[in-house]
């Protein structure tokens, strides 16, 4: 699947429905105020459509506490809904990313922001997440990984084994991680849920995944990858995104869009 360059929004921003009212969004403990047309709000989120029903919402102060969320996601979240585009700081693609890297890495940003996703219901947003992940890897597949710290949030976080994030990580790591990369994630991915759908998708039990990492060798990697498509970037709609019944499946991976190239666009 190759990349959409149609898909960069126009500089102006998306603001259907901007007549109806504004809602405030207090984010964190601090709570950090984001202003958001309300017919977008709920235009995207059910969750938010929802708490802007009269019976949850006061007329003469509409607004929304979310002490437990992140407003530097919130922040994403609020650029995403009117543009449709995902929007990140130019160090997104400039530090070096490996199997020892923290959530402070661009994965572990993407996992954050996938899982708040998956918390207010918003599929559309999981899906530009996904393609995300794989025009990242894809632009520095020689370079970087993605942190076993990462896969392990992901795990900790995420509602169900159904989850699309879940499935493309365990895709990703049969497919991208060495016999190396294996032995160091099992010190930092404690989650045995994780390694139960690892082995059972590469048709290992888990007894025999941990008898080859503390006895086998590279060999294992092999085994994993039989019948397993090397190109992650193929059928990746199929794979990992959800659509509705009446929705057409994507036609082209969704690229997201930097502050730099913001200011290049002038």
Known sequence: MKCD????PSKRARLFD????TITLLVG??????????GILCENCPVFASACKP???????????????????IEVLVYWMYRRILFFPSSFEKDHVDITSSLSSAPGLLARLFILAEK????PL??????????WLDDFSLQHRIPASVIQYVWEHTISEGCMLRLFLIDYVRAEYTYLNLKTARD?????????????????????????????GPELISDMREHLEDD????VCVNWHTHGAKEEQCRALKRYVLDSEEEEDG
């Open 18 to 21: 901007a007549s109806s009212r």
């Open 232 to 235: 992650l970037t193929i059928d």
């Open 5 to 8: 360059a149609n898909a960069r």
């Open 29 to 38: 403990e601090q709570e950090v105020s984001f202003f958001i047309h309300e």
């Open 120 to 123: 207010y219901q918003i599929t």
């Open 55 to 73: 019976a949850w919402m006061r007329d003469d102060d509409p607004k929304i506490e979310l002490p437990e969320d992140d407003h530097e996601l």
């Open 126 to 135: 999981q899906n530009d997440i996904i393609d995300a992940f794989i025009i």
């Open 188 to 216: 930092v991915i404690v989650d045995e849920d994780f390694w139960y759908e690892l082995s059972r998708e590469s048709a290992l039990t888990v007894d025999l995944l941990r008898e080859c990492l503390d006895e086998g």
